[in-house]
C-alpha cells in the first residue's frame, strides 16, 4: 500500500512538473511573438514618427524584449524561439542603425544648407552668431540675401522656415553689433538689403506652402 501510494505520488509530481512546464513553454512563446511583433512595428513607422518617439520606442523595446528572454530554460531547450529572439534583436538594431545614418545624413544637410545661407565661417549648431562682427555683418547679409534670391524658387516651406530662423538670428546678433561700432554706411547698405529681403520671404514662403497644400490634395 506504501509502494502504491508513493507510486503515485510520483506520477502525480511528474504530471505537475510536466504541466508547470508546458505552461511556462507557452508563455515563453507567447511573450516571443509579443516581441516580435513589436519589432516589426517598429520597423514599418514612419521615419519621422520613429524619430520623434525614440525613447520611448526604446524603452518599450527593452521591456519587450527583457519580458521575452526571462524564461532562459525555456528558451535554451528550443531553437525556434531562440532564433526568433536573436532574428528580431537583429533586426531592431539595423533599423536603429539605418535611423542613426539618415539623422546623421540629415545633419550634413543641414550645416551645408547654413554655410550656403552665412558663408564658411559659420560653426556648426552655433545660433549666436559671435563670428559676426562690426568689419563682417555687411558681407554675411549681403551673402544671405544673394543666396536666398538666387535659390528662392527651389526652397521648400521647411527651408523657407529654416531662412526665418537664420535671419532672425542674425538680427539678433546685429543689435550687439551696431553697439560695437557698426558703421553707419554699412548700417544703412543693411538697410537696405533686409527691405529687398522681407517682400521675398513673405511671397515665397506663402508660395512654397501653397504648391505643397496643393500636392497633399493630389495624393
Do not use: H
Not at 15 to 37: D, G, H, I, P, Y
Not at 49 to 71: F, L
Not at 75 to 100: C, G, I, M, S
Not at 162 to 169: Q, R, S, V
Amino acid at each position: 500500500m506504501k509502494t502504491l501510494k508513493f507510486t503515485i505520488a510520483i506520477c502525480v509530481s511528474t504530471l505537475l512538473f510536466t504541466s508547470c512546464k508546458n505552461e511556462k513553454m507557452e508563455q515563453t512563446a507567447q511573450n516571443v511573438e509579443e516581441f516580435t511583433m513589436y519589432v516589426d512595428s517598429i520597423s514599418s513607422l514612419d521615419v519621422e514618427e520613429a524619430k520623434a518617439n525614440w525613447t520611448n520606442i526604446e524603452e518599450d523595446y527593452d521591456s519587450y524584449k527583457v519580458t521575452a528572454s526571462e524564461n532562459s530554460n525555456e528558451l535554451a531547450e528550443n531553437e525556434k524561439l531562440r532564433n526568433d529572439v536573436d532574428e528580431a534583436t537583429l533586426k531592431f538594431e539595423e533599423y536603429k542603425a539605418q535611423l542613426a545614418k539618415q539623422q546623421e545624413q540629415e545633419v550634413i544637410i543641414k550645416n551645408d544648407f547654413r554655410i550656403s545661407l552665412l558663408g564658411e565661417n559659420y560653426k556648426n549648431d552655433d545660433m549666436k552668431f559671435e563670428w559676426i562682427n562690426k568689419d563682417n555683418i555687411l558681407s554675411v547679409y549681403q551673402n544671405f540675401v544673394d543666396t536666398v534670391a538666387a535659390n528662392k524658387d527651389t526652397y521648400s516651406r521647411e527651408d523657407w522656415d529654416e531662412i526665418k530662423l537664420l535671419y532672425e538670428a542674425i538680427d539678433t546678433r546685429k543689435n550687439t553689433v551696431e553697439n560695437e561700432g557698426l558703421t553707419s554706411s554699412d548700417n544703412g547698405k543693411i538697410a537696405g538689403l533686409k527691405l529687398k529681403f522681407a517682400p521675398m520671404y513673405t511671397l515665397n514662403r506663402m508660395g512654397a506652402k501653397s504648391e505643397e497644400n496643393a500636392e497633399a490634395k493630389n495624393q
